[in-house]
């Protein structure tokens, strides 16, 4: 079983339209979590932090679940701009506190006109 | 401000010959770290540098892998006796620090390797 766990899509959905993504992760002990945003052929670019009380920059809205180990990401009125794969990312402390990045493998979103 | 930078951006090899990967981080930041994308699969965590500390290697799937971080700025990544399954691009990715309080990283735009 993948440590993180996304449903890898494509979503496709009109311009406009509100789009859900979900995230599992297996280690209990995963203290940080990220969405990062990855363009075809692209670097991964940092998203949004994820916080247990929730947090929201503009038309996205994240939310954690540490009891059942989920992470969400919510978009309101996509943009034909918002299409990319959506990495869903944690780090823990068996990582050795390295902060190293452990991903989901991305979830496709294509918004069409 | 420059970001992180990478060379070469593409590099063709032959099976069994030895590659090298540069990473330049942005100035000023401690933590440096390697990862790899290959094709449908998610980005993998190889190799972490911060400062003097020993480089975290938990990643690196075979011997045939190695890396340096000289005067605690530029990475090099090696690859020998490169296989086909190391097809992949090969990304490069720093933050301010590492551990405790999480700092944002920083990537790269990559090294894509075709090995032949």
């Known amino acids: 079983r993948k440590e993180v766990e996304q449903d890898p899509g494509p979503f496709n959905v009109p311009e406009g339209a509100t789009v859900a993504f979900n995230c599992t992760y297996s280690n209990s002990a995963s203290q940080s979590f990220f969405w990062y945003r990855q363009d075809c052929r692209k670097e991964p670019k940092l998203l949004m932090s994820?916080?247990?009380s929730g947090n929201e920059d503009g038309r996205f809205t994240a939310q954690l679940n540490r009891a059942s180990q989920y992470i969400s990401l919510l978009i309101r009125d996509s943009k034909l701009s918002d299409s990319a794969t959506y990495l869903c990312?944690?780090?823990?402390?068996?990582?050795?506190?390295?902060?190293?990045?452990?991903f989901g493998q991305g979830t496709t979103l294509q918004v069409k006109p | 401000g420059a970001g992180v930078s990478q060379s070469p951006s593409n590099k063709v090899t032959e099976k069994g010959k030895d590659v090298e990967l540069r990473c330049d981080p942005i100035?000023?930041?401690?933590?440096l770290y390697w990862y790899r994308q290959s094709l449908g699969q998610g980005l993998e965590f190889l190799i972490y540098?911060?400062?003097?500390?020993?480089?975290?290697k938990s990643g690196l799937p075979s011997d045939r892998f190695s890396a340096e971080r000289t005067g605690g700025s530029v990475s090099t990544l090696t690859i020998q006796r490169t296989q086909q399954e190391d097809s992949a691009v090969y990304l490069c990715?720093?933050?301010?620090?590492?551990?405790?309080?999480?700092?944002?990283?920083?990537f790269g735009p990559g090294t894509r390797l075709l090995v032949l």
């Open positions: 990312v944690v780090t823990g402390r068996g990582s050795g506190n390295t902060g190293k990045l452990i």
């Open positions: 990715a720093s933050s301010l620090l590492a551990g405790g309080r999480q700092e944002t990283q920083y």
């Open positions: 540098f911060q400062g003097n500390s020993a480089p975290d």
């Open positions: 994820v916080y247990s």
């Open positions: 100035s000023g930041h401690t933590a």
